[in-house]
């Protein structure tokens, strides 16, 4: 006999892969509804963007300010405009461009001291000075201020404001070109040592393009010598900012420390004021005013080396020309990770929920069955999710930067995509973990959205919130990439970072080389390790769970030395018991497969050899014997019936012929194949119609046939023949019922598609696990049909409990009882060996019972009355005691004494054998 080629592992990856792609595409809606998701937040990103650019990027406040300069157009549309300084404000001038950048005087920057200037108007502004050298201290102290002031107004640069030491207590700003020094009201203060009544001048500032009235104040300076520099430092800090703002004690405007300063040698350190307050929202510097003070100190000591007619003057500041710029903030990369986080989440209910439905529906069962191992099953949906989601992310950043968002632009592709790549590869081995704990679809892919908004949620609101604080350990954070959702979560955020400073002010987008520079060389890590434990672990968890075992079963394995001592105890029960009970044909049986199994080849297509299985005892309970050593053989051709109660181990024995459940001791052989070793080649050759339909309800009847076709090996036109033939013999052909989704069949149509679907590729075994239950008696007669027409070539194994079913289909039968069967025979046979009687019924009124008895005992003495209610009485009697005649005339006899309503004698039915059989097993 030609032994089957076992399907190869292309094959059914191809069988698998195709079906998963008819079944995306039948749910081709919720499939585009996935993939317009992230167009629809990209567009939304963009909108946003949109208007972020309208309202903030472009609004005047945030670029050079312009005026009309063509005024006969008035107000309506403006031609010719001029753009720069003097139309700017505060917030316009650091947008403008400058050729040619104005002269700015510098200015010192002294404390606000509200308080003190409420008291006596004005308060002396305090400089502190140390040093090793007191006497040389005193000197540079008297050269910091110069005494005299003059305005000379025809200088155009106003010169000889250099010869004095201007301040001021506005605030800096981003840029120097509108200081607020000058341009605000606030007066410029004129620090000399002593204040004299004429000393408020106020006087024109003309610098190109600004001209304005400025008002100079005369202020005192105090300078002050302290013993050392922790002095100095002492008393700026306690009164800097003290506690609110305005209760300022004594604020200092500058101290130097001359350190070892003499005539050789300049050294000195200047603490200046500042009034930052520490904003980390803020991305722009604000300038910083020292230069004054670096110039004052260097002054006084040119002063006190050259004489009091040395001056070093310091006229002004300029800043560089520079061009025009715009406010370029880039919204979209901001909010980007909490979207792209949703969006690149938003595959993982949709795998795990696929995953969940295979096992709700069974059908990774059935496809197991089917010769569907778990290597080839988690290889090919892996590939095919890995396939599916790189479409998507592909997707994603093509249409991401086609529309524009500079986060996919601006970061280097190859690293965006590696990220991406493998985060998904994490996220479906995070799947494939999970889907073991759920067994509802609902209940996963509630969970999974949860997961998805949640991480999102807590992403953008807590740990970038965490990020972004310095003062959070870094540990931590790194504890918290390890939940799944973060580690994406940082890597977005780090993306966003990236493209948002590229836009803002040019710097490079995200490359490889700022790999350890972003977070990226911590998430990276993570996600391959998680990745690969989260593989290993779903493996495991598939492991216990096909096998139905308690997923710590590895720990009890090592507690549990003590019970292999057990086993052999309890074969040897079970074998006593076995040879004790065993029935003659069953005797038979057992001799005719040991015979068998003594000759090499053998023609039987199935042969069972002392097949037992006994699951070990659960919680106290003792080890159930399901199959205590069943020895049959069964011939190609013949349709062997299985009859029996339920929970007799029927199920039990078909699991194990299909490979489900490993035998705990016999052997079987489908076609000389053993099904221990070779069950990958037996299911090539085998089909299997279980109990419970087990079909995708939006695949169609003839896609469900090419599927399992495949499996079987069949290809091209030979599948395409043999699903037309399958169809069209079970009657699903016509009027394009093959084409209907298999969720839309009736009872009766799911029933024939699974018996088709055991047929398909001419198996040469076939086990049916109740073919016809729940049909009508018209479909049954078709479906009989069907499986008449098949058996010509299969064996086939079948359990039933429709006697009518066994007696029509079967060629032999076994009645199963407690594990084991109690006969075998041909249905005549048995219902010869154990009916032997014939049941004679008759229907009489109530007060008569007493003379049918007494009629039915003449005729037969040894007549069994088995059933009374209501005057109809029913009797068994031996069919060897009497003959029909006897019988009908001992009734007609009895109809001229009483009335008899009704009566009949029936031949034993196999019904009979049946309930008989099963009461003495
Ligand atoms: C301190 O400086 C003065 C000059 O102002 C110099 O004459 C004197 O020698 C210096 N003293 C020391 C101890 O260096
Ligand atoms: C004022 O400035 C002009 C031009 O720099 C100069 O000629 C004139 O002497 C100055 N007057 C005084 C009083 O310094
Ligand atoms: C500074 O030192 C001088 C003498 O060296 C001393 O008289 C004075 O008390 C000191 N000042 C302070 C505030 O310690
Ligand atoms: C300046 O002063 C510091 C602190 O005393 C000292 O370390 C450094 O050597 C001095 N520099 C010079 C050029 O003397």
Known sequence: MAKPIPTSFLTRANALFRK?????????????????????????????????????????????????????????KCEIKSCGLQYSS???????????????????????????????????????????????????????????????????????????????KSETDYTNYRDPGLYSDLPIFNIQPQCTSASKISFSLRQSPLQFQKEVRCVE??????????????????????????????EVAAAYDLLDTDKKNFNVTIWYYTTYKGDLQDWRVKYVRVLRSVNMVSNAYLQFLQGPGTKMLFDFVKEMPKQETRLRMDMA??????????????????????????????????????????????????????????????????????IGLKFFRFNDYSIQFIFYFLYINLQISIAFLVSSAFSKTVTASVAAYIYVFGSGLLGAF?????????????????????????????????????????????RDGMKWKDFRGSAMDEVFPIIIVEWFLALIAAYYMD??????????????????????????????????????????????????????????????????????????????????????????????????????????????????????????????????????NDMDRVYTSMGVCPQHDLLWETLTGR??????????????????????????????????????????YSGGMKRRLS???????????????????????????????????????????????????AEYLCDRLGIFVDGMLQCIGNPKELKGRYGGSYVLTITTSSEREQDVEILVQDVSPNAKKIYHIAGTQKFEIPKEEVRISEVFQAVEKAKSSFKVFAWGLADTTLEDVFIKVAKTG
């Open 20 to 76: 998963n792609l008819t079944y995306q595409k039948r749910n081709i809606w919720s499939n585009v509804r996935l993939i317009v998701i992230p167009l629809y937040l990209c567009v939304v990103l963009v909108c946003i963007q949109a208007l972020f650019d309208a309202l903030v990027n472009n609004s005047t406040d945030n670029q050079c300010g312009c005026r009309c300069i063509d005024e006969k157009n008035g107000d309506e």
């Open 90 to 168: 505060q917030n316009q001038a650091v947008f403008c461009a400058f050729p040619n950048p104005p002269a700015l005087l510098p200015l010192l920057h002294i404390p606000r001291r509200d308080s003190c200037r409420s008291r006596r108007g004005s308060c002396p502004v305090t400089i502190l000075v140390t040093g090793t050298n007191q006497s040389l201290g005193a000197t540079l102290s008297g050269n910091l201020l110069s005494t005299s002031f003059t305005v000379n107004s025809s200088d155009l640069f106003l010169r000889n404001l250099a010869y004095n030491v201007l301040g001021t």
């Open 221 to 250: 300076g105090l300078n002050l010598w302290r013993n050392n520099s922790i002095e100095v430092n002492n008393e700026i800090f306690k009164g800097y900012h003290k506690e609110n703002h305005k209760e300022i004690i004594n």
């Open 333 to 402: 990369s901001l909010i980007g990770p909490i979207f792209f986080t949703w969006v690149i989440l938003l595959l993982f209910p949709v795998i795990l929920t696929s995953l969940v439905y295979e096992k709700q529906q069974r059908l990774r069962i059935i496809m197991k069955m089917h010769g569907l191992g778990d290597a080839p099953y988690w290889m090919v949906s892996y590939a095919y999710f890995l396939a599916i989601s790189t479409l998507y992310i592909v997707c994603l950043m093509i249409f991401g930067s086609a």
């Open 462 to 506: 807590l740990f970038q919130f965490l990020i972004e604080g310095l003062s959070f350990p870094r540990r931590w954070i790194f504890v918290m990439e390890l939940y799944p959702g973060f580690s994406l979560y940082r890597g977005l955020y780090e993306f966003s970072q990236y493209a948002f400073q590229r836009n803002l002010n040019g």
């Open 543 to 676: 492991r216990v769970s096909s096998s139905a075992k308690d997923p710590f079963v590895f720990l009890k394995n090592a507690f549990k030395i003590s019970s292999s001592q057990e086993r052999p105890r309890l074969q040897k029960q079970v074998s006593s018991v076995l040879v004790e009970m065993d029935k003659l044909d069953v005797i038979q049986e057992r001799e005719k497969v040991e015979q068998l199994m003594l000759e090499p080849s053998t023609s039987h297509a199935i042969l069972c050899d002392n097949l037992k299985k006994v699951y070990p005892g659960m919680d106290g309970n003792p080890p159930k014997l399901a199959v205590r050593g069943l020895s049959l053989a069964v011939n190609s051709g013949e349709c062997f019936g299985i009859l029996g109660p339920n929970g007799a181990g029927k199920t039990s024995f078909i699991n194990m012929m299909i490979g489900l459940v490993k035998p705990t001791s016999g052997s079987a052989f489908v076609q000389g194949l053993d099904i221990c």
């Open 703 to 744: 896609e469900h046939l090419l599927f399992y076709g495949r499996l079987k090996n069949l290809k091209g036109s030979d599948l395409n023949q043999a699903v037309e033939e399958s169809l069209k013999s079970v009657n699903l052909f016509r009027g394009g019922v093959a084409d209907r989704p298999a969720g839309k």
């Open 755 to 805: 018996v088709a679907i055991s047929l398909i590729g001419n198996p040469k075994v076939v086990y049916m696990d109740e073919p016809s239950t729940g049909l009508d008696p018209a479909s049954r007669m078709n479906l009989w049909t069907v499986i008449k027409r098949a058996k010509k070539h299969t064996a086939i194994i079948l359990t039933t409990h429709s006697m009518e079913e």
